[in-house]
């Protein structure tokens, strides 16, 4: 009987053919996908603006792919549960992260958060951008941005304003506003900015720095009055609305952002697909359309662009962290 003997030369041999028949196998999973739903985390409440813009870009993906995007709302801690939930998952692709870019930013300052943002996660993409909307209970007798610094002033401590708790930009937003004109609006905090403005339309609270999507159709109706928007020049979304700039606030400057994020080790041909899809779906007219109606424009860039957005939110927001003194409630 013959006995296949393997020399040190026929190992190497075979250990590389394996190794190549392994790298063709990855190679081929990674140009088929996705082969299955893919699962996208959104560390908010539904209804609120991530949550709808991310159900937009899903139906297209999904439209487009033939895969199920799974939408999961992870809401609390200011974003920080969904985001772990997304950072502890398998780096395959099929975990997705839909993150508001202000909270992203802010967090890190303000928690011991078990995620670095710049380290665990592999950026994909921006997707939509916007600026805050000042709005006020219609109730207040303040019409304009230096009405109500004028009846702030008039009564410290009497006013406050809600945000969606610590770590947003509506907190953000609010709490650079009253360092900049030198007024006591008391912050309440709550558990998503949709849920503040629930407060705002009964009464109960009198000023919220709000997501465009959420406030623009209560101040088109006029359940709410908006004073000014919250970015460095006026909006396409509101061409006629000044900015706090403009309304005697010189330097005022804050706006949001959306993008999306995985895991970190994502394998480079997947990021590059997923980038590539979420760059046609955002460049869709109708998608484009859509959020405009919604209070946002539709953007996209690449994983580099987005890493360089990311780096320089993180000092801005440190910058107004330590400036005002924000703390977590």
Known sequence: MTRL??????????????????????????????????????????????????RIFAAKVTENWGQQIVMEMRAGASGIIGTEVAMNTTPDGYTLLHANMSQWATNPFLYKTRYDTQRDFTPLSRVAIAPQLLVVFPGLPVKSVQD??????????DLNFGSGGAGTLAYSAGELFKSMTAVNLVHIPFKGTILALNDLLAGRVQVVFSDMPIALPHAKSERLRALAVTSANRTMLMPDMPTV????????????????????????????????????VH???????????????????TPEQ?????????????????ATGAKVD
């Open 5 to 54: 003997r393997l020399g040190f030369p026929n190992v190497v041999v075979a250990a590389a053919i394996i190794l190549s028949w392994a790298s063709i196998a990855t190679a081929a999973d990674h140009a088929a996908f996705p082969t299955k739903p893919i699962r996208m985390i959104v560390p908010w409440n539904p209804g609120g603006t991530s949550d709808t813009i991310a």
């Open 148 to 157: 109500l610094i004028r009846l702030a002033k008039e009564k410290p401590g």
């Open 283 to 301: 460049n869709l007219q109708d998608v484009r359309e859509r959020f405009v109606s919604l209070g946002v424009e539709a953007i996209s860039s």
């Open 306 to 322: 987005f890493a360089e957005v990311i780096r320089t939110d993180a000092a801005k927001f440190s910058k107004i962290i330590k």
């Open 245 to 280: 700039a403009e309304s005697g606030v010189p330097g005022y400057a804050l706006e949001n952002s959306w993008g999306v994020f995985a895991p970190k080790g994502v394998p480079k041909p997947i990021v590059a697909k997923l980038n590539a899809e979420i760059v046609r």
